[in-house]
Each structure stands twice: as C-alpha cells, then as structure tokens.
C-alpha cells in the first residue's frame, strides 16, 4: 500500500440470499429447498435465489420460465419487502451498536468504518465475526463479511467465503489480493470495457497495472487514471453514512401483456399510488417523472419529463406518468411499466459523519486487522 495513504479499517457485510433467506427463516418447511423469490413459472423475473437453487443456475434477474427450466423443483415465493425491511433495520441496529459510520448500500448489505469504533476493539476481523454471530443469534439469518482497508477491495472480499464466512485483506497483502484478480472484478469495468480490454491483453489486476497511465488513458480516457489507481490500492472513497438518495421509482410485470392503455392507465394508477407512498415515507419529492416500458419482446424505453417545481403528489406524478404514456405510439404490447422520481431535493447533512470520517482517518492504528 502507498505509505502516504490513512489506514482505515473498512468493513463489508452481505446478507447470504437475504430475501430467500428470510423466507426461509419465516417458513421452515422451506429451508433446504430451491426456493425463487419473485417472478413464476410463467412470468416475471427472480428477484433471490436461495443457494440450493443457485446450484441449478438460478440466480437474480433471470426470467421465471428459465429458472423453471434450470430447475424443475423450484418452489417460487412472492416478496414480502415490507417484512425485508423490517430485517433489515434489526441488522443495520447491530451495525450501529459498533460505528455510526454505515453506510447501507441496499436492504442486505454496508460498509462499516470501523477504525474508531465505539467497542473500542482494534481488530475488524474481530468485529466482523461478532457481528456475524449476532445477526445469525438475533436476527436469524446469516452474513458474510469482507474486510481491507478500502471500501472496494472489502466488498471484493465479502464474497470469497460465501456463505457464512468472511475474509480479510491485509493492508500488506492487497496488492497482491488485486494483481490476481479478475479484470470483471474491478468497479467501473462492465462487459463492454472488459472485452475492450481483453482485446487489450488485460484480464487480471497484474495486466492492468502492467499498463502506464497514458496507456490507459489513451484508451479509456478519464476511467484511465481511475484504473490505474484502483489497481494500486487506491481508492479514497469514504464511508458515507446518509448516502443521498438519487431517485424513488416502482415498477410492475404483468401476468399478461398488455395492449389497451386503458389497461396501462389503470395499472400506473397503482403504480403512482406506490410512488407516492414511497416519496412519503422518505419525506422527499421531486422535478423529474421518467415512465419507464418494457415490451414483449422485451426492449425497453423511457420517457421523461422535468418539472419546474418540487412534486410528490400522487395525481400530478399520476397524470405526468399518463402524458408521457400519451407521448408517442406504443410499438408493441407491453409486458412492463414503472414510474420514478429523480432531481429529489435531498440535501447533505453529514456534518455529525464528516467529523467522524475526519477523526476516524487521522489514526494510524498498528493493531492488525
């Protein structure tokens, strides 16, 4: 690591397949059965896989029909997020319990900064594993955990023990834990930059830094340095305790197509009730209404209006929704719609945090992790 760098002491805990984990947990006739929640044998997407499905290929994302294909047995298992959420407020109250430094990147998984921490425990591994361990007495379920000295080599490693373990990158060892890994691995390296650089001669971590900033520059511009960096041990972002939520959207699939717009007025109907629902419950609102419709043949458009106000109304996110609807011809039947509200007026006040981060990065502790 460069020695000019504040040692943090940075952890990443991931709930194990949380949503079917849950289900699992609530409904023990279901443990050790390949279980999908969402979607069905017929339509929509899986939302979680448990891990006796994801052995048959089961994973996030894939269409009902396919994990049925994939796996015959497969049980399938409506979402229940509001009781998610309840879980996952009982987990983020442990988190706090050891910092205020948290920063939830969904329902199932955060980093913790923990290089001051309030046990005043100088091992995060240590951490790690009491945490785990109470997730699983208290809550029920259990946890992975990755832990390094920046927020992306932590999440990197929270899925090498999966499930139910952890692992931890020391200070020492991470440019060696990033020489061997997987270019697919890196932040910011989706699938068209990584067959850029496959066709570039970089596929590990060590062919990346083998590369000379202006190399990398020439060939991915501004991300050029960002990689040159990330792939040094570099990474200076901070734990950001109230991340600033960016949009609030809701969508729906539908059992079957639709081709009236009688039938889509009445559906983003329900649609912009739960938007604003939603908008409520975090006391936020918002410019910019973007309708979003996936068709049968599963392409996907969006069409977006700006406001010049600050809304969270249901009628007037409702009938923004039905203009955009209006907007143009629909060019097939629609399988698809959701609405979301983004140029929220979310504001930034971390002033509690930053204090925190300040104090938390100014120690150079010499316990181990």
Same mark, same amino acid.
């Given at each position: 690591?460069? %020695?000019? +760098?504040?040692i943090r002491k940075i952890i990443h805990v991931d709930m194990d397949a949380f949503y079917a984990s849950v289900e699992q947990m609530d409904h023990p006739e279901l443990k050790g059965k390949a279980l999908a929640v969402g979607g069905s044998e017929k339509r929509g997407v899986v939302a979680a896989a ?7 290929? *089961? ?11 994939n796996c015959p047995e497969l049980i399938f298992v409506k979402p229940r997020f509001d009781r998610y959420k309840d879980i996952s407020k009982q987990v983020r109250a442990i988190f706090y319990e050891y910092t205020d430094l948290v920063e939830p990147l969904s329902l199932d998984e955060a980093y913790l900064?923990? =290089?001051?921490?309030?046990?005043? %425990?100088?091992?995060?591994?240590? !951490? ?13 379920? =259990?946890?992975? @955990? ?23 990158? %020391? ?9 061997? +890994? ?9 699938? *068209? ?25 020439? #060939? ?14 570099? #990474? ?33 109907? /329900?649609?912009?009730?739960? *938007? ?16 979003? !419709? ?16 600050? !809304?969270? %109304? ?38 509690? @945090? /930053? ?15």
């Open positions: 690591m460069p %020695n000019d +760098l504040p448990s891990y006796e499905a994801r052995k048959f290929g *089961v994973r996030s994302a894939m269409s009902g029909v396919q994990a049925k294909r900064d923990v =290089t001051v921490n309030k046990t005043g %425990n100088p091992s995060a591994s240590l !951490i790690a594993q009491e945490i785990r361990v109470r997730i699983l007495e208290e809550v029920g379920i =259990t946890a992975s @955990a990755g832990i390094s000295v920046n927020k992306f080599v932590a999440k990197i490693a929270s899925d090498y023990n999966k499930p139910n373990g952890q692992k931890t990158v %020391n200070p020492e060892d991470v440019l060696e834990f990033l020489e061997v +890994l997987d270019i697919r691995k890196f932040h910011g390296v989706g699938k *068209v930059t990584a067959d850029k650089m496959y066709q570039l001669g970089i596929f590990t971590g060590r062919d990346l830094k083998s590369k000379t900033l202006d190399y990398l520059e020439d #060939h991915f511009g501004k991300s050029g340095s960002y990689y040159y960096n990330l792939v040094r041990g570099i #990474h200076n972002s901070e734990v950001k305790p109230n991340r600033i939520r960016k949009s609030l959207a809701a969508e729906r699939t539908f059992n079957e197509n639709l081709s009236s717009e009688i039938f889509m007025l009445q559906r983003l109907d /329900t649609i912009a009730t739960e *938007v604003a629902k939603r908008l409520e419950q975090s006391k936020v609102a918002g410019k910019t209404i973007t309708l979003k !419709i996936k068709y049968s043949d599963f392409t996907l458009q969006t069409r977006s209006k700006t406001l010049p106000y600050f !809304i969270s %109304n249901k009628d007037i996110i409702l009938d923004t929704a039905k203009d955009l609807l209006y907007q143009e011809k629909m060019s097939n039947s629609v399988r698809l719609l959701g609405i979301s509200l983004s140029n929220l007026n979310t504001e930034d006040s971390t002033s509690k @945090a /930053t204090e925190l981060k300040e104090k938390s990065v100014s120690v150079q502790l010499k316990f181990g992790f």
